[in-house]
């Protein structure tokens, strides 16, 4: 392998691989705007113009390869390539460049929205110049654009860096943006007639190293310095990408992707990140309710469990052909242990279905069929699927009474299954709806637990490829709301059961228990990519 | 003092017909006037000289037949790399070097393609060519197809060139009817095709492998390097890419032999050369004269020296894109290696003078204005630099120009130069620098009376 010296850093590097590669993954850091990991070599930012031995002029790292030479024209005796980073010349050229990308950006990082996560910016303090030599009117350009429906444009920003055009033509492959016009005029547009609307579309924002693209959903909700943010997964299908919640005041404000190369590289669908804003929309209740001829009735958990238990005594003791269950695959491992060990001890035994809900097919890129992160969960527990989008009125035809566990059965059917499934649901004794918003299912039972959304709880949850991650409490819930173990912890004490600690850790270690590959891993192990296991693929 | 004025400006008009004239072919070169060579341009000024009936009775296709019959392609190869023939296009690199950077034989598909994008300021010679004479380019075409064992060639013709790209289809069809393009041309087994395109009208497609993504369909962006045309060129497939002139002087190569070539010109640039002559001189137009000849014979006796007889102030030697000289500097052989010892390149050899109303100010900026036009804004350098170097010349003819500008521009210039994916960035600096450089006092005096000096004298505009 070539050996090659950056700086003052001995390197072997693969023949090929180019000189940014090789500095970054060595801890030397070199600017650079164009170049993005995922996407194809342009080279035309310039920003990562380094001084190679031998070369005439600066070269840029990103499109430079490392090539041996033979042996007795090795550099020095030893190496293949000599590069500096940090020299007078680089100085020089990196200045140059910020110098020309400013020239015609405007300098009102104050109001701009990317301020605080802009390349432009950090740039510009660490290699510009410090002042401007530019005397002249900008180049001005349209602001606001909407190129599509979450992307807002604002053409004087762009650097013209066409990571967002080559995200679309190389990862999307949608190809809508191209770049128009030539010299200072040169600017991003969609062809003619067509508009930055395919399912990853936000993901441009993300490359975008400048407040050129933003999200429409998410620009000037909040300065990025203000947010916090947890890493977590996203739920909205079985691919379960690896993303972060940024939230602020106990309020999701965007989700971002993690770099993950098992599961979704560094890539999220527009329908996941928009979880942000379908959770604004949601009904919640912050205390578990009873329904009775008056109406709904709000209770504290202490005042409720005893309740709980009384109505489903019946069910306890030997399985009941009158109880059907329903139970979710947006539950995470500790809630399905959680869930078997209730059934175990008060329900009688009864399995639950978890429901398979699919749809469209999968993209080929991220987006799976499958709605629901942890299916594999659940077949890790054992715990039996319902056959794919098998009618919900149907398994729980002939029933008494019901339990539904983290799904809106009522409001996510359609036609005459959800009247079917209405008239179901009033004509039963008891229905006991546990969920994280107050849905159309919880409206027609008798006991409503509220539960802790995905967004404000700790799990494992496995997703269809078989890794295991964990989410995060990005968001703390009101007291009242729990995730579903702590509820069963809560439920199986009131009736006199002995019971884990309400605490994720407490179920953890039995979740831990249940599945085996799981046993000597610790929490840290989850992070950053999770844990694949070893499961026998389909 | 009126009437001398607009005598004066009769006489320009007139001189400057002529020139147009010359370039069309129809004034007899070198009549009544310093000698010239009749190579290059041996059919042009005669009637019908596009005609292929015309071209083969001069002898035209006779190198053909004989290296498709009896040369195999390594010969005809060897002897273009043996006759030292350097690119025309302004790179001056030896074709037949590059052409053996193809790969070899016949198992890969090749590629040629003719850069017929002619659009460097100051240079027209290729138009010429290509209107006058274009079965000699095509016969140079088929030659090194035959010695690169290319499949075929695509001929990229600039766009504002209508009259050219229909001449030439002419040229292609009468060749395709006598069996010089087609299958197996001359029963050789050797298939061959020539297709023309036009371009859209952009200085940038004119860059080699800008021209390539063009032709393509794509934006006319030069991609980045390696891999070169060689290894990965038009629809990513090796090509090889000259200049119209370098494969116009293919046919006499292989006819007269390569030592016969080399006796021409200088070893550093040998051959016949089409020089190109325009600005303040008399006898404006194109010059077939053997590499080497002086700065000064070309502009005094070949072109008639400067118009009006005035004196002359600067010159650009080899197209918009390299360093200008000073009246000084003259006295310099017009090959790569005369221009160099006054740090200056023979480039196309589009030769623009400027007697002394030129404002070197004005003259910079209208060359800016170009290259600003004609940026591609693909990369930062260039895409802005371009830009700037426009803003500060305008500001500075227009009179409110400031002490530092003259040192902003050269640090501009340095921080475009060579920082660039295509010559564009360079094209734009090294006037600047030279312009600067060479005339330092104007620059000053612009900034320091807050006016253009020459605003009163100012005649013409050049360029």
Same mark, same amino acid.
């Given at each position: ?85 940090? !020299? ?87 190809? *809508? #943006? ?72 106990? *309020? ?126 659940? *077949? ?111 439920? #199986? ?46 | ?130 209107? !006058? ?154 010059? *077939? ?175």
């Amino acid at each position: 392998m070539p050996l090659i010296r950056i700086d003052e850093k001995e390197i072997e590097v693969a023949q090929g691989e180019t000189i940014l590669r090789a500095a970054l993954s060595n801890g030397i850091y070199i600017p650079y705007y164009c170049y993005h990991p995922a996407l194809s070599i342009v080279g035309q930012c310039r920003m990562c113009l380094v001084d190679v031995k031998g070369a005439p002029k600066p070269l840029t790292a990103c499109s430079t390869a490392v090539t041996s030479l033979p042996p007795d024209k090795k550099i020095q005796g030893k190496y293949d390539m000599v590069v500096d980073t940090k !020299n007078a010349t680089v100085k020089k050229a990196q200045r140059g460049i910020l110098e020309f990308l400013l020239l015609n950006h405007p300098l009102d990082c104050p109001i701009c929205d990317q301020a605080g996560e802009c390349q432009l910016q950090e740039y510009a303090y660490t290699y510009g110049s410090g002042q401007s030599r530019f005397e002249f009117e900008k180049v001005h350009a349209p602001k606001r654009v909407g190129i599509g429906p979450h992307v807002v444009f604002d053409v004087e920003r762009c650097i013209k860096c066409t990571r967002c055009i080559r995200f679309c033509n190389e990862i999307s492959k949608t190809s *809508e #943006l191209t770049l128009v016009e030539r010299g200072v005029h040169t600017r991003v547009d969609t062809f003619p007639g067509r508009a930055l609307d395919n399912p990853y579309s936000i993901c441009t924002v993300d490359v975008c190293p400048v407040g050129a693209l933003t999200s429409r959903e998410f620009r000037f909700k909040e300065r990025v310095w203000f947010l916090s943010s947890a890493n977590s997964v996203c739920p909205e299908c079985s691919r379960g990408c690896s993303v972060r919640f940024d939230t602020y005041k106990g *309020e999701v404000l965007r989700l971002v992707p993690r770099e993950n190369p098992k599961i979704n590289g560094l890539w999220m669908c527009d329908y996941g990140r928009l979880l942000s804003e379908r959770l604004k929309t949601l009904d919640l209740a912050a205390r578990p309710r009873i329904r009775d001829e008056k109406g709904w009735a709000a209770y504290l958990w202490e005042e409720f469990a005893p309740r709980l238990v009384a109505k489903t005594a019946a069910f306890t003791g030997s399985p009941s052909k009158d109880l059907g269950i329903v139970i979710s695959a947006r539950m995470t491992l500790e809630e399905m242990v959680a869930f078997k060990r209730l059934s175990a001890a008060l329900l009688g035994g009864n399995e639950g279905w978890v429901l398979n809900v699919t749809q469209g097919e999968d993209d080929g890129l991220l987006i799976r069929k499958e709605g629901r992160p942890n299916l594999k969960g659940a *077949e890790l527990l054992d715990i039996p699927a319902a056959p794919e989008n098998a009618l919900v009125s149907g398994l729980l035809a002939g029933k008494k009474a019901a339990l539904i566990v983290r799904e809106d059965v009522v409001g996510d059917a359609e036609g005459p299954e959800k009247d079917a499934l209405r008239e179901l649901l009033s004509g039963m004794d008891l229905v006991i709806v546990a969920d994280y918003a107050f849905t159309e299912t919880a409206a027609l039972a008798h006991l409503y637990i509220p539960l802790a959304g995905w967004q404000e709880m700790e799990g494992i949850t496995v997703n269809f490829l078989g890794v295991a991650q964990k989410t995060a409490r990005a968001v703390a819930p009101p007291k009242q709301r729990r995730p579903f173990y702590e509820a069963v912890s809560l439920w #199986l004490r009131a009736a006199g059961h002995e019971a884990p600690e309400p605490t994720f850790l407490a179920w953890h270690a039995l979740a831990k228990e249940a599945v085996p590959a799981l046993k000597d891993k610790a929490i840290r192990d989850f992070l950053p990519h999770g844990i694949q296991l070893e499961v026998t693929r389909p | 003092m009126g009437d001398r004025e607009n005598n004066e400006k009769r006489q320009y008009r007139i001189l400057f017909l002529r020139g147009l004239r010359g370039l069309r072919g129809e004034r007899s070169l070198g009549l009544g006037m310093a000698e010239t060579l009749k190579i290059l341009t041996r059919n042009v000024g005669k009637p019908n000289s596009t005609d292929i009936d015309v071209y083969m009775h001069a002898g035209g296709y006779g190198p053909l037949m004989t290296a498709l019959h009896k040369m195999s392609p390594e010969q005809v190869l060897g002897e273009v790399k043996a006759s030292n023939l350097k690119g025309r296009g302004g790179a001056l690199f030896p074709a037949g070097l590059k052409w053996s950077f193809l790969p070899k034989g016949k198992g890969t598909l090749k590629y040629l393609v003719c850069n017929a994008d002619e659009s460097e300021p100051g240079t027209f010679k290729d138009r010429l060519l290509i209107e !006058n004479d274009p079965h000699a380019i095509l016969e140079g075409l088929i030659l090194a197809g035959w010695a690169t064992q290319s499949a075929g060639c695509f001929f990229y013709i600039r766009g504002e060139m209508p009259v050219g790209a229909r001449i030439f289809q002419k040229a292609v069809d009468q060749a395709y009817d006598r069996h010089f393009l087609g299958k197996s041309v001359l029963g050789s087994g050797w298939d061959f095709d020539v297709w023309v395109s036009r371009g859209a009208g952009a200085y940038i497609c004119g860059e080699e492998t800008a021209l390539m993504n063009s032709l393509e369909g794509k934006r006319g962006e030069p991609r980045l390097k390696p891999p070169f045309p060689a290894g990965c060129g038009v629809y990513g497939v090796p090509s090889n890419i000259n200049n119209v002139e370098t494969y116009a002087n293919v046919p006499l190569i292989l006819k007269n032999g390569a030592e016969w070539y080399n006796k021409i010109g200088t070893p550093s640039s040998p051959g016949p050369r089409l020089f190109g002559v325009s600005g303040h001189v008399k006898r404006p137009g194109i010059y *077939e004269l053997p590499g080497g000849v002086t700065l000064r014979e070309l502009i005094y006796e070949h072109a008639g020296g400067i118009l009006g007889d005035r004196p002359l102030k600067a010159v650009i030697p080899g197209g918009s894109s390299v360093p200008v000289l000073r009246k000084d500097q003259i006295d310099i052989a017009m090959d790569p290696d005369g221009l160099k010892t006054v740090g200056s390149m023979l480039g196309s050899a589009g030769v623009i003078v400027m007697n002394d109303t030129v404002c070197m100010v004005k003259a910079l900026l209208n060359l800016m204005q170009f290259y600003a036009h004609e940026s591609c804004g693909q990369c930062t350098p260039c895409r802005e630099g371009t830009h700037w170097f426009k803003l500060i010349l305008q500001r500075l003819e227009e009179g409110g120009g400031q002490d530092e500008d003259c040192g902003l521009l050269l640090d501009i210039a340095e921080n475009v130069l060579g920082r660039t994916i295509c010559p564009l960035g360079d094209a734009a600096a090294m006037p600047v620098q030279s312009f600067v450089t060479q005339f330092m006092d104007e620059f000053d005096e612009h900034a320091r009376f807050g006016r253009c000096p020459l605003r009163q004298t100012r005649m013409t505009t050049v360029i």
